[in-house]
Nanobody, 115 residues
Framework: QVQLVESGGGLVQAGGSLTLSCAAS????????MGWYRQAPGKQRELVAH???????NYADSVQGRFTISRDNAKNTVYLQMNSLKPDDTAVYYC?????????WGQGTQVTVSS
């Protein structure tokens, strides 16, 4: 059984910063891609950023230059450093990992940015 535990969400003023963490535990032999998605009320879930096992990254245009994704393979953990936050960044943020056999999702963490 694999579990993803997310942390770091909260309430922040516009222009502020937050760092999200997602730690994977359980029967994990190899993680390929790790990523962050978000879902705002009334909207579809969207990709924020992902990072491959080799360290290649990809970002949504809306967060490019403000967010940074990173991973610690020894800890099976992925991070999302979020700077210059905007009210439009308000959403539930979910981490996702893809192994050789399947994908797993975290339970989500709320990020609220006040104007």
């Amino acid at each position: 059984q694999v579990q993803l535990v997310e942390s770091g969400g909260g309430l922040v003023q516009a222009g502020g910063s937050l760092t999200l963490s997602c730690a994977a535990s359980g029967s994990i032999f190899s993680i390929n891609t790790m990523g962050w998605y978000r879902q705002a009320p009334g909207k579809q879930r969207e990709l924020v950023a992902h990072i491959t096992s080799g360290g290649s990254t990809n970002y949504a245009d809306s967060v490019q230059g403000r967010f940074t994704i990173s991973r610690d393979n020894a800890k099976n953990t992925v991070y999302l450093q979020m700077n210059s936050l905007k009210p439009d960044d308000t959403a539930v943020y979910y981490c996702r990992i893809i192994t050789a056999s399947r994908q797993y999702w975290g339970q989500g963490t709320q990020v609220t940015v006040s104007s």
